[in-house]
T-cell receptor, first 114, second 112 residues
């Protein structure tokens, strides 16, 4: 069964450092998403990406965040200057664009900011 | 998207059917009911969705009331691996609104 793969599975960084989280969506999917989940809290939408541009973003997705699809297979989330409150699980998801909006999620990347 | 209301937690004995309710009284005509689950800290996993007819797949059944104001997810023979948080989401696709919004869900615990 096709999977969404995410790397790294866990990253520890110092406050103020830049972090890049990587995702390989399912190959024929057209929509891509990042969600995050702070420990013990809801899964929160960050951003959706379609046709090489952001289609929707939440209030959480401020200027510190950016997304990119550099090579047609990877989909990355960059946090320019991490804060303590960015510590969370980050989930990438993709959707084919056909039929029902069934998102396939990756296993997540745990980010710990010290 | 319409708001959904689910119980905070439920228990079910292993091997029995788990019935998870969801209220979505303000659901509009173009909104589907989706169910996802999250096992421990893994990524959410799609289970099933429906518009107004009852649906069944290899994982579960979805029963939607005739007025579409509520639904029930049924796991016919619950196993310990079904312990998870289950999310009921009402969603209708609109260009520029393609996200699923997760609530707090129902924490289902399967008891041996």
């Amino acid at each position: 069964e096709p999977e969404v793969t995410q790397t790294p599975s866990h990253q520890v960084t110092q406050m103020g450092q830049e972090v890049i989280l990587r995702c390989v969506p399912i190959s024929n999917h057209l929509y891509f998403y990042w969600y995050r989940q702070i420990l013990g809290q809801k899964v929160e939408f960050l951003v959706s990406f379609y046709n090489n541009e952001i289609s929707e973003k939440s209030e959480i997705f401020d200027d510190q965040f950016s997304v990119e699809r550099p090579d047609g297979s990877n989909f990355t989330l960059k946090i320019r200057s991490t804060k303590l409150e960015d510590s969370a699980m980050y989930f990438c998801a993709s959707y084919s664009g056909l039929g029902a909006n069934v998102l396939t999620f990756g296993a997540g990347s745990r980010l710990t900011v010290l | 998207d319409a708001k959904t209301t689910q119980p905070t937690s439920m228990d079910c004995a292993e091997g029995r059917a788990a019935n998870l309710p969801c209220n979505h009284s303000t659901i509009s005509g173009n909104e589907y009911v989706y169910w996802y689950r999250q096992i421990h800290s893994q990524g959410p996993q799609y289970i099933i969705h429906g518009l107004k007819n009852n649906e069944t797949n290899e994982m579960a059944s979805l029963i939607i009331t005739e007025d579409r104001k509520s639904s029930t997810l049924i796991l016919p023979h619950a196993t310990l691996r079904d312990t998870a948080v289950y999310y009921c989401i009402a969603y209708g696709y609109n260009f520029g609104n393609e996200k699923l919004t997760f609530g707090t869900g129902t924490r289902l615990t399967i008891i041996p």
